[in-house]
């Protein structure tokens, strides 16, 4: 795809599955400067199966960065759609030190970026429901929809962050109110997080008087799942990992080796992200 792309924005129309769960963007906070309010929008990884040409449809492949105006809520990983909008190869920085977008965006080997509107976004298949992580993206998205319509705008941005691992739901301002603070690590779900959760749901079962052998299987199920629901980040996992050792030689009655675990963790945290295994959660 990244062949048909230029620099310059042109129409057109795509065919391919959604590699990635659309997550909301909030808008901006209202600017005196800027004359029209910025809708809010909705933002997706697609992978590039067929493009239209003059010809016809031809097959390509690659992955694209979708953006649109207005909600992609009905759609999962999984889904096969066809997309209309204006493809372009990523920006490079415009001025000395600005972030390289188009460097960032190779990491994850998305080569082009889409905008356009969500009436542009047509489902031809639905395909989330016969995949596993199709159907845990889907449970993630209605977490977040259901935390916005609970509270308040700006607590729902922020309670997705910390509970759902959910980035997107916090502007640009808040994020950089969290690192002018010092505290923006807080926000990202990260080993820390699974820890204080596992010794919580430890400490509930034991008061509740469930024996050490159930409660190891129903901690471990429990960060593991909730590592795989928060995005499986590379902390999140190993930590997970971990936990689960430990879990099962209280099930099996055997001793721990930390050594062990550790370098456990670590090969199957290479394993699901080969590319970069030290990205923090």
Known sequence: IAATATANPAPARVRGTLDEEPS???????????????????????????????????????????TVEGRLDDLHPGDVVEVVALLALPNGPSNPGEVDYADVLRDPRITAVMRG???GVTRLEEGWRGSVLGRVAAVRGWG?????????????????ALLLGDGTALDRAE????????????LAISGQHLVVLGWFAWLVLR????????????????????AVLTGGRPSAVRAAVMVGVVC?????????????????????????NPTDPFTPG
């Open 24 to 66: 909301r963007l909030r808008p901006p906070r209202p600017d005196p400067l800027v004359g029209r309010p910025q809708a809010a929008t909705a933002s997706t990884v697609l992978a590039v199966t067929a493009v239209e040409t003059r010809d016809g449809w031809r097959p390509a492949s690659g992955r694209v960065r979708l």
């Open 117 to 119: 509107t969500g009436d």
């Open 144 to 160: 977040g929809r259901v935390l916005a319509g609970a509270i308040d705008a700006d607590e729902a941005g922020l309670a997705a």
């Open 175 to 186: 994020w950089d109110a969290y690192v002018r603070t010092g505290v923006v690590h807080v």
């Open 207 to 226: 008061v509740a008087g469930v024996r050490r052998r159930h409660g190891a299987w129903a901690v471990a199920l429990l960060l593991i799942g909730y």
């Open 248 to 272: 099962g030689a209280l099930v099996l009655r055997r001793p721990v080796l930390p050594a062990n675990a550790f370098a456990l963790a670590w090969l199957i945290v290479l394993g699901l």
